[in-house]
């Protein structure tokens, strides 16, 4: 590889191999592979088919693993280099766009790829265990291949467009969000168009293409008893093709996209004039907690972002509405509505949560004013609860939109209200969600990138490990199924603290880097 257009891509791999991350990730991979194992050792007990259970949990939690890295991990190789005001310097040497791309993605995309093939001979023992085939086996891992070049080369063209790392995830998240659920959604709109209808054909048409081209379909169908066809098929062609325009679109794009490049500087909040009728919406007089007030405006988006969440949860909760109205034997009630409120703004909610705790002291190393924060005459601790108590506003439309839930649908409310805090069940998952978000904070410190979709997904295979366990080892000897979950809480609790306390660890540390 001694031509120029793959230098950057030879130094990406160099990079990648040498990376400590790179083993642990390697580390990581066998011991999920050993967990994978022992359950279906365990499920063979009840249900037979060992091997097909282990392939198959092997095959879905990757592609959960590869989602997740489309959205965080794919979506910031231009758009970082974008917010650190580099990708001059790269464009000044002797690196075509060409070069560019294949350095920043591509490299990634082998790195993935890499630890895809390390599972290959473990996956091999699923032959051996019974259920599974070795066309099976091929045709998961063509489906696999073809749907991480898709995310790969969509999360690229996101990050060659969009001048943010944020920005670049938002974007890579919805396309992907679109691409997997939108066979299922114009399915059920065409079926409200009269049946010689064009816009019914079109409409179908598209859904049977998203539906052919989802990845998770072809392994259900792959998992399926008597499977024989080819690794060959519709979807791993339409995704092949797809990544290919995607990266073409990349590749002609880039020089429009990247022509004029800004100083890279946080984001401002709206400033508005003392005279105009919308100042209310901008920034206003500093508070008594500087912090607080600084993270309210800058971090969480102020008032203007404030308004947009009432827009955004309304929008939601119409869209879920109107798609439940399609089934045409019922109208959707005002107990519907206030149960899909309650439910919307505590699920967006608490996601919003856990972003605004993964951006605080991220956000701050990104852009050096960690030292400076770390000047001022207050504990580390202080400094995090301040920045914290800055994005509690931020919820507001959250809390008044389950509010209005409650009012509208009452019954619904106090059987959650009873379910959630009068079992232990109930308190077992609070405890838990407390335990995320200190997890996912301290994670966001750890990784450069990524840090809250691969904490997500950690978290994920750590409760499926965990319940895998419990069903197995506690729950046939223990007296009181109640008590282990009342002994788990306790271990959350004491999880969130210490991953608090590393957090506050991680961030002194950063700060004197």
Not at 125 to 130: D, P, S, V
Not at 412 to 426: I, K, N, R
């Amino acid at each position: 590889m001694s031509l120029p257009i793959f230098a950057l891509f030879e130094r990406s791999l160099r990079v990648e191999s040498r990376a400590m991350a790179t083993y642990a990730k390697r580390l990581g991979l066998a011991i999920f592979i050993f967990f994978c194992l022992i359950s279906a050792h365990i499920t063979s007990e009840l249900f037979g088919a060992a091997g097909l259970r282990f392939f198959s949990s092997v095959v879905y939690t990757t592609l959960l693993f590869i989602t997740l890295a489309g959205v965080g991990y794919f979506a910031s190789a231009i758009a970082e280099e974008k917010e650190e005001a580099t990708l001059g310097l790269l464009k000044m040497s002797d690196l075509n766009a060409l070069a560019i791309l294949l350095g920043k993605s591509t490299g990634r995309l082998l790195g993935v790829i890499m630890l895809l093939l390390a599972q290959v001979p473990f996956t091999l023992l699923a032959i051996t265990l019974g259920g599974v085939s070795l066309g099976q086996v091929v045709a998961a891992y063509a489906t696999i291949l073809a749907y991480l070049l898709l995310l790969c080369n969509v999360a690229l063209f996101a990050s060659v467009m969009c001048r943010q790392v944020r920005t670049a995830t938002v974007v890579t998240g919805f396309a992907i969000g679109g691409f997997l659920l939108g066979g299922p959604l114009c399915r059920s709109f065409a079926s409200e168009f009269p049946y010689n209808s064009g816009v019914r054909w079109a409409l179908e048409g598209v859904a049977g293409a998203l539906i052919e081209a989802n990845p998770w379909r072809r392994v259900e169908q792959i998992m399926a008893s008597g499977f024989d066809e080819g690794p060959l098929c519709a979807q791993v062609v339409s995704n092949v093709v797809a990544a290919l325009a995607f990266f073409g679109l990349a590749w002609w794009t880039f020089e429009f996209f990247t022509r004029e490049e800004k100083e890279a500087s946080p984001a401002r909040a709206l400033f508005l004039g003392r005279w105009s009728p919308l100042r209310w919406l901008g920034v206003s007089r500093p508070w008594g907690l500087a912090l607080a007030w600084k993270d309210f405006h800058f971090l969480a988006g102020g008032r203007l972002m404030i308004l947009g969440r009432f827009v955004g949860m309304g929008l939601l909760v119409g869209v879920f509405a109107w798609i439940a109205s399609l089934d045409g034997y019922r109208r959707v009630r005002a107990e519907d509505v206030g149960g899909m409120l309650m439910f919307c703004s505590l699920g967006v909610g608490a996601l919003d949560l856990v972003g605004y705790v993964s951006k605080m002291f991220r956000a701050e190393a990104q852009w050096h004013t960690l030292p400076e924060l770390m000047l001022l005459p207050i504990s580390t601790r202080r400094l995090a609860w301040s920045k914290f108590v800055g994005v509690l506003p931020a919820l507001v439309p959250y809390l008044v939109t389950f509010l209005i839930g409650a009012a509208l649908c009452p019954q619904g409310f106090e059987d959650g209200v009873e379910d959630l805090l009068g079992t232990v069940f109930g308190w077992h998952f609070i405890c838990q969600y407390i335990a995320f978000v200190s997890f996912a904070g301290y994670f966001s410190l750890i990784l450069k990138r990524a840090g809250a979709p691969a904490a997500l997904g950690i978290w994920i295979v750590g409760n499926w490990v965990m319940f895998l366990f419990l069903a197995f080892f506690l729950f046939r000897g223990a007296d009181s199924v109640e008590g282990v979950f009342v002994l788990l809480s306790i271990l959350f609790i004491v999880f969130a603290v210490v991953c608090y306390r590393a957090m506050m660890a991680r961030v002194e540390r950063l700060a004197g880097e």
